[in-house]
């Protein structure tokens, strides 16, 4: 007999889990019936999301409102004060669409709500006052180059520096800006200039102008339709050309001239922050911006180039140098801020605190109502 070995135990039968019940209700995928109101109308979420309260979606929707707002003031009987009103609304609408693009594009790490407020106040204040008074000293001409930098671009830029400097000597001990934060200041500057000085030559000079051209026009008029044409064919062949020359000389000032103030004031703003920061000695590189954007104001202004196909040459190259300068100052220190972040004066309140804090990247602890962690804009993603 072999050796007894112990007995192997039974295998145990194996155990199904146990499937609890499914709660009943329809299958999935099928539709359910009538969604809720809060789904279709979230009045509530929209209240408490903090990102729609913020400066864009205000700025965004005060943009879309502006040109109603302007027809409805102009309504059926204008008069010579409600078209200088609709003009500064117009002015005003083209400044703040550029600077909502210009805050994206130099994110300035520093700049607050108040110091835009100063800056824009003290512009409207001075800037044109102080510019008129200075090219009627100087007999202000662009038949040269030199008078043209020397009697206009000189002007207008030391008037547009004004605010900068006021704002640098109020803010310099209080607050660490840097100078892609003058860079801005200064383009908030020019602005405001841009959109004063096209407000003054279309309510003052260019209607009265428009004016006396459609007066000339008259005799040319009634006798055209004495020869038998319509009052209308008339009409067109007269006026054709002042009423172009009118649109494209003066109307389209309003969306070019502030953006072009505002990069020829932004190189005197950078600057001007150099000074500040005490990186380079004041004499040295303060009036280098100033030098640079009074030549290329005068080459702007310049009869031989105004007009011309150098003109968009000259534009061309204020706007490289605005924005180089741009993102020479985010290499400035402490400029560590993600560049998906939108600028302080801009963001949420949550978004704001973590800039005070220091920790911009930092995503938003939860229930701050909807500051999600901040994504690539499209045009940086790769």
């Known amino acids: ?35 809720p109101p809060s789904d279709l109308l979230p009045l509530g979420d929209w209240v408490r999301h903090d990102s729609l309260r913020s400066w864009p979606v205000l700025l965004f929707l005060a943009l879309i409102c502006i040109p109603s707002i ?28 550029w600077l909502l693009l210009l805050g994206v594009i130099v994110r300035p790490a520093h700049v607050t709500r108040p110091m835009l407020a100063l800056i824009i106040v003290t512009a409207l204040l001075t800037e044109i ?3 008129v008074m200075l090219e009627n000293a100087l007999h202000d001409s662009t038949v040269r180059l030199y008078s043209s930098v020397f009697t206009i671009g000189l002007p207008e830029e030391l008037a547009k520096a004004l605010p900068i400097v006021i704002v640098a000597l109020i803010y310099r001990g209080r607050h660490k800006l840097a100078p892609r934060d003058y860079l801005f200041l200064g383009a908030v500057s020019g602005l405001a200039f841009g959109a004063s000085e096209v407000v003054r030559y279309f309510t003052i000079n260019d209607v009265e102008k428009f004016y006396l051209t459609v007066q000339s026009a008259l005799p040319t008029i009634r006798h055209l339709i004495s020869a038998g044409n319509s009052a209308a064919v008339s009409l067109f062949a007269a006026l054709v050309g002042p009423v172009l020359d009118f649109i494209l000389n003066f109307v389209w000032r309003f969306l070019t ?6 990069c020829w004031s932004g190189l005197t703003g950078y600057f001007i922050g150099l000074a500040v920061t005490s990186r380079h000695k004041w004499y040295a590189v303060g009036w280098m911006g100033l030098a640079a954007a009074a030549l290329l104001h005068g080459l702007n202004d310049w009869s031989r180039v105004n007009g011309q196909v150098v003109w968009i040459l000259v534009t061309l190259v204020s706007g490289v140098l605005f924005l180089g300068y ?13 560049l998906m ?26 229930g701050t109502s909807g500051d999600e962690p901040p994504t690539l804009p499209w045009w940086e993603q790769h």
């Open 70 to 97: 302007a027809l409805v003031i102009l309504g059926t009987s204008a008069s010579a004060r409600t078209f200088t009103e609709v003009a500064w609304i117009f002015a005003a609408y083209f400044a703040l669409a």
């Open 257 to 262: 001239d502030p953006i072009s103030h505002a």
């Open 341 to 366: 972040e939108p600028p302080p004066f801009l963001d949420t309140r949550a978004a704001h605190a973590r800039h005070v804090a220091g920790h911009p990247s930092q995503p938003a602890a939860p």
């Open 326 to 338: 741009a993102k020479v100052g985010s290499r400035t220190p402490g400029a560590d801020l993600q």
């Open 129 to 131: 006052p102080l510019a």
């Open 1 to 35: 007999m072999g050796p007894d070995y112990p007995a192997q135990p039974e295998p145990k039968p194996e155990q199904k889990p146990e499937l609890k019940p499914e709660p009943e209700g329809p299958p999935t995928g099928a539709r359910s019936g009538m969604p």
